[in-house]
């Protein structure tokens, strides 16, 4: 089911979009070949801690995060994976790995690749691993407020 906190900003704001319900995935690969979705217009969404913060990292589903890069990016040495026992409980109504790239609604920073932002459209999980959202590109940007910065690879 899709994240309730979620479709409610997003009809709170007049968003068009489309859900797509698909098979049982888990990597963001899976999700994009079960959902006839190009890989480029596929978002994952890893949590990362930087500092003591947690933020939301968001790049193409064929797309790693390069570590030096995003420490760079935001000017912090202490950038890092966190674990799925530190965000467990950080997403409350979205199944574990299955958070919806807008940190906005969970008080976390996000950042985006620029190679999202190259499309017109965007396609992420909804809170579940087997339903995800199609939108504008400039509807997601506008409500999510990501900071576009280079950080993953292949470039």
């Not at 940190?103 to 992420?124: C, H, K, Q, W």
């Amino acid at each position: 089911m899709v994240d309730r906190r979620l479709k409610d900003h997003l009809d709170e704001n007049g968003v068009k979009y489309v859900t797509i319900t698909h098979s049982r995935a888990f990597t963001a690969q899976e999700i994009a070949a079960s959902a006839h979705i190009p890989g480029r217009e596929m978002a994952k969404t890893v949590v990362v801690t930087i500092g003591r913060k947690m933020a939301m990292v968001v790049l193409p589903a064929s797309a790693r995060v390069d570590f030096d890069l995003l420490r760079e990016a935001v000017g912090d040495d202490d950038v890092r994976l966190a674990t799925e026992a530190e965000f467990r409980t950080a997403f409350p109504g979205c199944e574990v790995g299955a958070m919806p790239p807008f940190g906005n609604l969970y008080g976390m920073d996000t950042f985006v690749s620029p190679r999202l932002a190259d499309d017109d459209e965007i396609a992420f999980n909804a809170g579940s691993h087997t339903e995800l959202i199609r939108m504008r590109w400039g509807d997601f940007s506008r409500l999510a407020k990501p900071k576009i910065v280079a950080m993953s690879w292949p470039r």
